[in-house]
């Protein structure tokens, strides 16, 4: 129980040096968005399917999973914000690029 609790805790948190490098960089170069939506997608529906089990099980199996669900739930949460990242780095960075083509070049 203290290893599932456990790897659950460093899996949920694993998204934080990422949230952060990003942050310090103002940018979200070399991130896959289609690995965070596939990822996302994945601890959605293992999360979704250990909640299925509950009427079946009852209430003591969402007791003992707790830890399985919490896990990919928190990672959850966490690439939110690595996609809400990824959306307005990237738009910034397009309005920057949009910006500096509109500076008129002044020839002498």
């Known amino acids: 129980l203290c290893v599932a609790w456990g ?3 460093v899996y ?3 998204r934080l ?3 952060w490098h990003n ?3 103002q940018s979200v170069d070399g991130l ?3 690995m965070f939506t596939i990822i996302f997608i994945a601890n959605g529906t293992y999360a979704m399917s250990l909640l299925a089990l509950v009427p079946v099980s009852g209430p003591e199996f969402l007791h003992r999973s707790a830890s399985y669900i919490y896990g990919p739930v928190g990672s959850m949460c966490l690439d939110v914000f690595v996609l809400l990242q990824f959306y307005t780095l990237s ?3 397009k309005q920057e ?3 500096l083509l509109a500076i008129p070049v002044v020839q002498h």
């Open 91 to 93: 738009r910034r960075k």
């Open 97 to 99: 690029g949009a910006a």
């Open 12 to 14: 949920h948190f694993s």
């Open 23 to 25: 942050h310090q960089r």
């Open 7 to 9: 790897s659950s805790v």
């Open 17 to 19: 040096p990422q949230l």
């Open 32 to 34: 896959s968005l289609t």
